[in-house]
């Protein structure tokens, strides 16, 4: 985002009733936590508000279990 030169991947998989969410970015900075989110919409026309909140990338990773199936996430608008 915004020209910072982080590239990654994030992806998601059914676990259980809920969603594995793996995020993992290269080029962050050392150090610093970086807040993860889904939010609703598309690229052109993205909802600000979160609407599921993430577990903060540390050092170009993180993982959350998402309490809902990927299913659902899938159907969001």
């Given at each position: 985002?915004s ?17 594995k ?57």
């Amino acid at each position: 985002q915004s020209n910072s030169g982080q590239t990654g991947t994030a992806t998601l998989e059914p676990a259980g009733e809920g969603t594995k969410v793996v995020i993992e970015l290269a080029n962050v900075p050392a150090g610093v936590a970086q807040p993860a989110h889904i939010h609703r919409g598309t690229c052109d026309n993205l909802d600000k508000a979160p609407r599921w909140n993430l577990k903060a990338v540390r050092d170009g990773r993180s993982v959350t279990l998402v309490p809902v199936p990927l299913t659902t996430i899938l159907k969001e608008p």
